[in-house]
């Protein structure tokens, strides 16, 4: 059998934090109404693609789209902790321009300069991000030899530990991932391959083959 993992990676469905422009992880947000019909398109894209489980986030809109990804498509969901958006402490929850503008400079600078020391506010740095991310897709990738899973995660955290795995960098950056549009991250047992970047203006125009 071959060691190579596919990992169909994707954002949660559009949720109330997103609408409100709230900065954070935000754990308890939820899916708006279209974010629910995203999860549903996102599972009706991965037919046929062979996931046998759905690794989440623990937060609820993470999990919701798990949940209904899951049900349409017959796998268990596990939720993972470290698959969570990045922390921004006392700026949790912030709607200001300020925040706003300091968070995008944050992930600017981890995802194109990869200067990971910056933080907003007293939240997590660019190490803590990377850590956790790689760490839990790592060890996703070391369960499921020769299979293929879905894992279901944040816009920014997401990217910062793809951007370390697979350096899409300027890519990334001017590309922000859409809602619940699942694309492949591989990984072959010695490196990882993120054969495509989803495009924002592409959300569910595409599937989830590998290189699609």
Partial sequence: MSDR????????????NVTAGAAGALPLAT???RG?????EAARLMSGEGATRIYAS???RARQTADIMARALGVEVVPLEDLAEVHVGRAEGAVDPATRA????????WIVDGDLGEAVADGEDGHAVTARIVGALTSIAAGHAGGTVAV?????SLTTGLSALCGPGLKAW?????HAVPFPVEYDGRSWRCP???SPTAAHEVTGAAGS
């Avoid at 629910?36 to 549903?40: E, G, I, S, V």
């Avoid at 300091?102 to 600078?109: D, K, N």
Wanted: charged fraction near 15%; glycine fraction near 6%.
């Fill in 58 to 60: 623990t937060a609820v």
């Fill in 174 to 178: 001017g590309a922000p991932l859409p």
């Fill in 102 to 109: 300091r968070a995008a400079a944050v992930l600017r600078s």
């Fill in 196 to 198: 495509s970047w989803p």
């Fill in 36 to 40: 629910r019909l995203q999860a549903a």
């Fill in 152 to 156: 279901v995660g944040h816009v920014a």
């Fill in 31 to 33: 899916l708006t109404a």
């Fill in 5 to 16: 993992v596919r990992l169909l990676c994707l954002r949660h469905g559009e949720s109330e």
